[in-house]
C-alpha cells in the first residue's frame, strides 16, 4: 500500500523544468526542441546557427549573449506560435526580403499568449520584431539595426504590433529601418522608454485606443510621434531632438493627453494637428522649431495650459475669424518673445499675449508676401494692430501668460543635443 502511494505521487506531482545545452551546429537547435518538454530551457552553446525556428509550446531559448541564429535570407527567422515563450540574448539576422509576408527576424503570432522577447540583438532584418495578433506580449531591452539596402519607405519597421492588446515594448533602441515602432489596429498598448534614431517616424500610431506612448527619445528622425486616428493616448514625457519634420504630429486623434514632453530644434513643427479635438497640452517645451504649433482643419476644444514655447521662429500657426483661449484659472503658457510686465510679482503678464495678426494670416496664403515684410506699410499695420488690439482678426490669445518657462523631467534624457 505504501508503495502504491509513492507511485501515486510521483506520477501526479509536476515535472521539473529541464536544461538543454545545444551544441553548434547544423539543426541541432531544431533536435533539441524535438525532445524537450513544456517548460524547458534550451542554453545555445557560442557561434552561428544557420537555421529558422518554429517555438510552438513553452520553453525558453536563451543564447546566453553569445548565439546568433541566421535565417540564410530567407523568410522569418524565428516564429513563436505557442504560449508563454521566452528568447533572450540572442542575436538574430538573416531574415527574407518579402513585405507581404512580412519576413522578421523574430515573429509573435495569434497564438503566441505571453511571449516574452528580452535582452536580444536583431540586425539586418527586414522587419526587426512582428507581433503579429499576440496577446499580452512583452518586449524589452532589445537592439534593433534595419535594413538600409533599400530608400526609407520600402524598408521594413524596427517592431511592428498589429492587433496585439496587452503588449508592452520598453527599453529598446531602434535605428535605421522605417518606423521604429508602427502600430495598426491594436489598442491597450504601452511603449515606454525606448530610444529612436535615423528613422522615418520613431513611433507612428493608427486605430490605436486607450494606450500609452511615454519616456521615449526621438533623435534625427523625420518624425518623432505620429498618432493618426486614435482616441484616449496618453503621450507623455518624450524627447523628440533634431527632428526633420515634425516632433508631435496628431492626425484625427482626439481626447488624448499630450504632456510634459520636450520637442527641439525640429526643421519644420515642433507639433501639428490636423483634425484633432479635445485633447490636452500641457506642461510641454517646445523650443527651436521653424512652428512652435500649427492648427489646420477645424482642429477645436484642445486645451493649451501650462506649455513653454521658446524661440522657435513662429510660436503659432492658428488661422481663425473668433478670439481661442490659452489659459485657464489664470495661467496660461509662456511665450519668450513676449516683452511682458508683471508689477504684481504674480509670476503672470500683466497684458494679454497675441502671437499673430493679419500680416501673419497674409503671409500664410500668400507666401509671395514676403518680399514685402520689410516695407513701411507693413511695419504701419502691424504697429497699429499692436497699438489698437481691436484691429486684430482673431487667432489665439493668452490672456495670463506665464513669465518664466517650465522645464519638463523629459528634457534631462538626453543630456547634450544629438
Known amino acids: 500500500m505504501r508503495w502504491l502511494l509513492l507511485l501515486i505521487a510521483l506520477f501526479c506531482s509536476p515535472a521539473v523544468a529541464a536544461d538543454w545545452d545545444v551544441p553548434n551546429r547544423a539543426g541541432a537547435i531544431a533536435e533539441t526542441l524535438a525532445q524537450a518538454a513544456d517548460g524547458d530551457t534550451l542554453r545555445l552553446a557560442p557561434g552561428i546557427y544557420s537555421e529558422t525556428l518554429t517555438l510552438d509550446r513553452p520553453v525558453t531559448l536563451d543564447g546566453q549573449g553569445h548565439a546568433e541564429i541566421n535565417g540564410g535570407d530567407a523568410g522569418t527567422v524565428i516564429t513563436v506560435t505557442g504560449a508563454d515563450v521566452a528568447i533572450s540574448g540572442i542575436t538574430v539576422s538573416g531574415s527574407g526580403s518579402d513585405h507581404e509576408t512580412i519576413d522578421s527576424g523574430i515573429k509573435l503570432t495569434k497564438t503566441a499568449t505571453a511571449p516574452i522577447v528580452t535582452g536580444n540583438t536583431l540586425i539586418g532584418n527586414l522587419y526587426g520584431i512582428d507581433i503579429h495578433g499576440a496577446r499580452n506580449a512583452l518586449v524589452a531591452g532589445n537592439h534593433i539595426e534595419g535594413r538600409q539596402d533599400h530608400k526609407m519607405n520600402a524598408r521594413g ?25 508602427f502600430v495598426n489596429s491594436s489598442k491597450k498598448n504601452i511603449f515606454r522608454n525606448n530610444t529612436f534614431r535615423d528613422l522615418r517616424f520613431a513611433v507612428h500610431y493608427m486605430y490605436a485606443d486607450n494606450s500609452e506612448v511615454s519616456g521615449n527619445v526621438s533623435i534625427g528622425n523625420h518624425l518623432g510621434y505620429a498618432m493618426m486616428f486614435s482616441t484616449r493616448v496618453r503621450i507623455t514625457d518624450n524627447v523628440s531632438l533634431n527632428d526633420r519634420d515634425h516632433g508631435v504630429m ?8 499630450i504632456t510634459g514632453n520636450y520637442v527641439k530644434n525640429t526643421s519644420g513643427k515642433c507639433t501639428f494637428l490636423y483634425n484633432s479635438h479635445k485633447n490636452d497640452f500641457s506642461g510641454n517645451w517646445f523650443e527651436g522649431c521653424g512652428i512652435g504649433i500649427h492648427f489646420t482643419a477645424g482642429s477645436d476644444n484642445n486645451r493649451m495650459v501650462g506649455n513653454s514655447f521658446v524661440r522657435n521662429r513662429t510660436q503659432v500657426k492658428y488661422v481663425s475669424t473668433k478670439w481661442v483661449e490659452w489659459s485657464e484659472n489664470g495661467r496660461g503658457n509662456y511665450w ?15 497684458a494679454p499675449y497675441r502671437p499673430n495678426d493679419s500680416m501673419d494670416h497674409v503671409l500664410w496664403t500668400q507666401p509671395a508676401a514676403k518680399l514685402l515684410l520689410g516695407s513701411p506699410a507693413v511695419q504701419l499695420v502691424r504697429w497699429s494692430q499692436s497699438t489698437f488690439p481691436a484691429l486684430l482678426p482673431g487667432g489665439v490669445m493668452d490672456s495670463n501668460a506665464l513669465m518664466a518657462p517650465v522645464r519638463p523631467a523629459a528634457s534631462k534624457k538626453v543630456l547634450q543635443d544629438g
Open 157 to 181: 519597421n524596427g517592431i511592428y504590433v498589429w492587433n496585439a492588446p496587452g503588449t508592452i515594448v520598453e527599453d529598446n533602441t531602434v535605428r535605421w529601418g522605417r518606423d521604429g515602432i
Open 250 to 257: 496628431l492626425n484625427y486623434a482626439n481626447k488624448s493627453v
Open 336 to 350: 519668450s518673445d513676449f516683452a511682458a510686465f508683471d508689477v504684481d510679482g504674480n509670476g503672470i503678464a500683466d
